[in-house]
């Protein structure tokens, strides 16, 4: 997400408080192509809004943005009038090399169209009202210091969501070794596991590590290697059929493995 903001120079062209008179004389609905970037905070009220073929419930707290040339379909409910501020703006990115003209600003809009911000998130609303109203004034330097606050807005947008990336991140390893601890005996392949969290292979590897210490295949072998243990000390089973039970199917790896982990063969172990 930081590729749109690194450079960003956002050209305020308008800020509107959007409410009853915005939606009078029986007009609910909006349907047209963006003639400029969107960004719209919502104060009050339900509504909905169709664009890249989704549709999205709007309430309040919510926050949604359209790009310029992007089709959409905004709808407010008659009976609970859609209440937004919206920032209408041109993005343009500063050139790396120091004299260079800006540049239209090509970068996607690195979030979802509509994200729910919630109540926690008490400064937005406090900012994008500062926002409106220092547009709405028009004192010496308004234009620049709008610019300011909407990075700002952007930036605790940003802010929010990396750290929501980051509570998903670890729900969802958190279920990849629980599913592991269920099936650790049968055979795991780190793109079967990958692709139940529908992330790539490598960068499953990179959240595995991250939030549990491990690697896949260490986390694996500990699990088998610890039910191994107990199934050695608690039964006279072959080890050569405690190796299949953990999920070894060649009982001299499964041997290997064990004296790599614990320093004894199997059956040193068994009989210390």
Not at 60 to 69: I, K, M, P, S, T
Request: aromatic share 12%; net charge positive; charged share 20%.
């Amino acid at each position: 997400m930081h590729d749109y903001f690194d450079r960003l120079f956002p050209n305020i062209l308008d800020v509107l408080r959007r409410d009853q008179r915005f939606w009078s004389n029986g007009k609910h609905f909006v349907r047209k192509a963006a003639s400029m970037n969107n960004f719209c905070y919502i104060l009050g009220g339900q509504g909905s809004l169709e664009i890249l073929g989704q549709t999205y419930p709007l309430k309040r707290d919510d926050v949604f943005h359209f790009c310029v040339g992007q089709q959409f379909h905004l709808r407010s409910d008659p009976d609970d009038t859609l209440c937004y501020i919206a920032v209408h703006y041109q993005p343009y990115v500063v050139p790396v090399q120091a004299g260079m003209p800006l540049e239209a600003n090509a970068v996607a809009w690195p979030f979802a169209p509509m994200m729910s911000i919630g109540k926690e998130q008490k400064e937005l609303p406090v900012l994008m009202e500062s926002l409106l109203h220092c547009w709405t004034n028009k004192n010496a330097g308004f234009e620049w210091k709008a610019r300011v606050m909407l990075l700002n807005i952007f930036q605790k947008l940003s802010d929010w969501y990396g750290q929501i990336q980051q509570d998903e991140n670890a729900r969802l390893i958190a279920a990849s070794m629980e599913h592991i601890k269920q099936n650790f005996h049968e055979k795991l392949e780190r793109d079967g596991l990958a692709q139940m969290i529908a992330v790539s292979s490598s960068y499953y590897s990179v959240l595995f590590k991250r939030y549990s210490g491990y690697s896949v295949v260490q986390y694996i072998t500990k699990l088998r290697i610890d039910r191994a243990k107990q199934l050695l000390t608690a039964s006279k089973a072959p080890v050569s059929e405690i190796a299949r039970e953990v999920g070894y199917t060649d009982p001299l790896y499964f041997a290997r493995k064990f004296s790599q982990e614990i320093g004894m063969s199997p059956s040193e172990y068994r009989n210390s």
